[in-house]
């Protein structure tokens, strides 16, 4: 067993009244063990986790995931190829040890729950949709009819909750006309009543589902709307919006570790796919051959499911270097480039950026961390550009120690959020996004994406810096920071799309978590949303808050990590909140609690609306 891949497979896996109860509360007491598991864990997984680093969760986190999370990254998840050397019941005896329960001991909700009583009308776009992962095609994370007034936000309750499947909150929702849409780590596909939370259909797809959906109305009298996902298996699917079935399946890569985390971005007839995998990070196991996987956009004819094209961010494929590790496993090269984010499409230009992560190995080749634009049609590289920090890029890196700062493209500089496009007060377009290193570049599509701004706002690191991405207005970039061991973790600011200046930075508030002081923080790696006059935040302590969008000061503040009632007729609880961004529809925000990888986890999607009517 692959120690640090089984460590990646392991971490992927009420009312405004209700009591805080700490997460954990639901976790029996350790009296349930297994020896088997536990020397399983000791052969194969404590090197990792008893020193955790980078993605790998420490123990504790692994004790809040149920027995049926932990089976499932095994069996079924994007790891299930590092699972091969263990049999079923070492997998469950794993299981035990690590969850202190029996799988099957945990109560998931009923797809069929909560099925809606009146039959569903058609579906028509509506007037403030959220469609997908950044809210239009350009990811923005700006709602302009969001339907909540500034003045209103402090009276934000919660209107229900939905319990997702598996444990976990996992994708990011989506809302379209009368319906919301959301993904889990199970692999099921949830269409639900956005203003009350029932469910319409579920559908399950054959991996974990951690995109949002985007949804597409075709023209003339053809099929109905549809909606685009993908799976942890590198498959794409789209289903019928209406009622849940399947209209086809293609797998956009067929590396074994292949998966789909960023959201597919549907614009009139094509889908923009992008591909991630989890090489990453096998450079630590010593017995893979690293690597060969490189990140690609996918365009697939969204009516038939067909790839019209495939441009890999690394030209060239993989070769054998000539030389193995100390281990003697033979090295490959060059790899990296995954796209963790949704692509971002211009019409008027006719181009579809993407953002890159890292090389895997020094065999560094391509496109890594940058910033590429494509031609939407045939996938052809118009320009690309690796940003990087003025003055030397590695000089914080190598005095905070990071162990990859040597590498041609570390995971320091990687790209993990979206390029957003945006129109300026003064008539100009700008590509705005932010890098791990701390920093937030401005890039002119005009000229093949010229630097015409950088500011810095956090320290920055492989898992620091801007992790899911800003919001923007026409105006202003609202930028949260994923830092957590600075010396100022967290903290959102204010950006002037015209120059970069900062209007205002408003520091993280001392956390205060319902789990008690234990991996306690006020970092806020997710993704910010912006209506008018108000930027929304979420933080690892399972806060999410408002402040206004003209001084950063604090407008609501809510504790997501307790226990809820769920409209699904099961008992749920939030955690941490990460990852992308709480979406805001028809005077309603909708909020995921608990997504965290490598933190409290949470299952619940929470709705909130004023004064919750």
């Known amino acids: 067993m692959r120690r640090v891949l089984l460590a990646a497979a392991l971490a992927v896996v009420g009312f405004s009244t209700a009591r805080a109860v700490p997460p954990?509360?639901?976790?029996?007491?350790?009296?349930?063990?297994?020896?088997?598991?536990?020397?399983?864990?000791?052969?194969?997984?404590?090197?990792?986790?008893?020193?955790?680093?980078?993605?790998?969760?420490?123990?504790?986190?692994?004790?809040?995931?149920?027995?049926?999370?932990?089976?499932g990254a095994l069996t079924n998840g994007p790891m299930r190829p590092q699972a091969q050397g263990l049999s079923a019941d070492d997998i469950r005896q794993?299981?035990?040890?690590?969850?202190?329960?029996?799988?099957?001991?945990?109560?998931?909700?009923?797809?069929?729950?909560?099925?809606?009583?009146?039959?569903?009308?058609?579906?028509?776009?509506?007037?403030?949709?959220?469609?997908?992962?950044?809210?239009?095609i350009a990811n923005t994370r700006y709602q302009p009819k969001s339907g909540i007034a500034a003045a209103d936000v402090p009276r934000l309750k919660v209107k229900w909750v939905f319990a997702y499947p598996g444990g976990a909150a996992y994708g990011a929702p989506v809302v379209v006309g009368d319906r919301l849409f959301a993904g889990s780590a199970t692999g099921q596909v949830f269409a639900l009543d956005a203003a009350s939370g029932c469910t319409r259909w579920s559908w399950k797809a054959d991996g974990a589902v951690r995109t949002a959906v985007s949804v597409a109305f075709p023209p003339g009298s053809g099929p109905g709307p549809a909606v685009y996902f993908g799976d942890e298996k590198g498959a794409v699917y789209a289903v019928d919006a209406v009622t849940g079935k399947k209209l086809w399946?293609?797998?956009?890569?067929?590396?074994?570790?292949?998966?789909?985390?960023?959201?597919?971005?549907?614009?009139?007839?094509?889908?923009?796919?992008?591909?991630?995998?989890?090489?990453?990070?096998t450079e630590w196991d010593r017995g893979y051959p690293c690597c060969i996987f490189r990140g690609s956009i996918v365009a697939i004819d969204a009516a038939t499911g067909q790839i019209r094209w495939k441009t890999y961010m690394i030209p060239r494929p993989a070769v054998a270097l000539g030389r193995t590790n100390e281990?003697?496993?033979?090295?490959?090269?060059?790899?990296?480039?995954?796209?963790?984010?949704?692509?971002?499409?211009?019409?008027?230009?006719?181009?579809?950026?993407?953002?890159?992560?890292?090389?895997?190995?020094?065999?560094?080749?391509?496109?890594?961390?940058?910033?590429?634009?494509?031609?939407?049609?045939?996938?052809?590289?118009?320009?690309?550009?690796?940003?990087?920090p003025d003055g030397d890029p590695y000089t914080l890196c190598r005095q905070l120690a990071r162990a990859d700062c040597a590498k041609p493209a570390p995971e320091y500089l990687e790209f993990g959020d979206a390029p957003a496009l945006r129109r300026r007060a003064d008539g100009t377009d700008v590509l705005v996004?932010?890098?791990?290193?701390?920093?937030?570049?401005?890039?002119?599509?005009?000229?093949?994406?010229?630097?015409?701004?950088?500011?810095?706002?956090?320290?920055?690191?492989?898992?620091?810096?801007?992790?899911?991405?800003?919001?923007?207005?026409g105006r202003t970039a609202y930028v949260s920071v994923a830092d957590r061991d600075a010396?100022?973790?967290g903290g959102l600011t204010a950006l002037d799309l015209k120059n970069g200046g900062r209007l205002w930075h408003m520091a993280a508030a001392k956390p205060v978590c319902s789990w008690g002081s234990d991996d306690c923080s006020g970092a806020q790696p997710g993704a910010t949303t912006a209506i008018a006059g108000v930027a929304f935040s979420g933080s690892l302590d399972g806060h999410i808050r408002a402040v206004s969008a003209t001084d950063g000061k604090l407008l609501w503040d809510f504790d997501t990590a307790r226990r809820f009632e769920a409209v699904?007729?099961?008992?749920?609880?939030?955690?941490?909140?990460?990852?992308?961004?709480?979406i805001v529809s028809g005077g309603i925000l909708y909020v995921n609690s608990g997504g965290s990888l490598l933190t409290h986890p949470g299952n619940v999607l929470i709705a909130f609306s004023i004064d919750g009517k």
């Not at 009146?118 to 239009?136: E, H, K, R």
């Not at 570790?257 to 989890?278: C, K, N």
């Not at 033979?330 to 796209?339: K, Q, R, V």
């Not at 890039?443 to 920055?460: A, E």
């Open 24 to 71: 954990n509360d639901d976790i029996p007491s350790a009296q349930m063990d297994s020896q088997r598991g536990a020397l399983l864990f000791a052969q194969h997984c404590a090197m990792c986790h008893e020193h955790p680093s980078g993605n790998i969760p420490p123990v504790f986190v692994l004790n809040y995931k149920s027995p049926e999370q932990i089976v």
């Open 568 to 582: 699904n007729g099961v008992p749920a609880h939030g955690g941490a909140v990460n990852g992308y961004p709480q």
């Open 487 to 489: 010396a100022q973790p």
């Open 94 to 136: 794993l299981a035990i040890h690590l969850a202190h329960r029996e799988p099957g001991s945990s109560r998931d909700p009923d797809p069929a729950a909560n099925l809606c009583k009146q039959a569903a009308g058609p579906l028509a776009p509506g007037q403030s949709d959220w469609n997908g992962v950044g809210g239009d």
């Open 433 to 473: 996004l932010g890098q791990k290193s701390g920093v937030v570049y401005a890039l002119d599509p005009d000229h093949g994406g010229k630097v015409l701004w950088q500011t810095r706002i956090g320290q920055g690191g492989p898992l620091g810096g801007v992790m899911y991405g800003p919001a923007l207005d």
């Open 249 to 281: 399946k293609t797998q956009a890569d067929d590396h074994p570790l292949a998966r789909i985390t960023g959201s597919p971005t549907v614009y009139e007839d094509t889908l923009y796919v992008p591909v991630s995998a989890m090489d990453e990070g």
């Open 327 to 388: 281990a003697g496993t033979p090295l490959f090269g060059p790899a990296g480039a995954a796209i963790w984010s949704a692509p971002t499409i211009d019409p008027a230009r006719g181009l579809v950026y993407a953002a890159t992560g890292n090389a895997y190995n020094e065999a560094e080749e391509g496109d890594t961390n940058a910033v590429v634009a494509l031609d939407m049609a045939t996938g052809q590289r118009r320009w690309a550009i690796q940003p990087r």
